[in-house]
């Protein structure tokens, strides 16, 4: 069972940076697919980034040319750097995990990862 920690979040300006974390633990390989989601209260949970064990990345329309997702398999941490943020960015922000194959059109569908952080709050101020 994959035990997944996100840390990292916080409140910046537009404009401004920031790389959540998430650190997985329980297994003895990376997964095989993580990805970053976010939601806001009332909101649906929306697939910001997402990446393979082979290092292919997927990512929503909105986010595309500011964030990207890398992974650091020797320290078992999945990042989301987060450039030229934008007051609707603002989110929870969760990492998810999955072992199951899946085409890359599904990358960025939450019913499709097994397991999940906790989340980490990213609030961005114009």
């Known amino acids: 069972q994959v035990q997944l920690v996100e840390s990292g979040g916080g409140s910046v300006q537009a404009g401004e940076s920031l790389r959540p974390s998430c650190t997985y633990s329980?297994?003895?390989?990376?997964?095989?697919?993580m990805g970053w989601f976010r939601q806001e209260p009332g909101k649906e949970r929306e697939g910001v980034a997402a990446?393979?064990?082979?290092?292919?990345?997927y990512y929503a329309d909105s986010v595309k040319g500011r964030f990207t997702i890398s992974q650091d398999n020797a320290k078992n941490t999945l990042y989301l750097q987060m450039n030229s943020l934008k007051p609707e960015d603002t989110a929870m922000y969760y990492c998810a995990a999955d072992d199951v194959w899946k085409p890359m059109d599904w990358l960025l569908r939450g019913d499709k990862y097994r397991y999940w952080g906790q989340g980490t709050q990213v609030t961005v101020s114009s």
């Open positions: 990446i393979n064990r082979g290092g292919n990345t």
């Open positions: 329980g297994v003895t390989y990376s997964p095989a697919y």
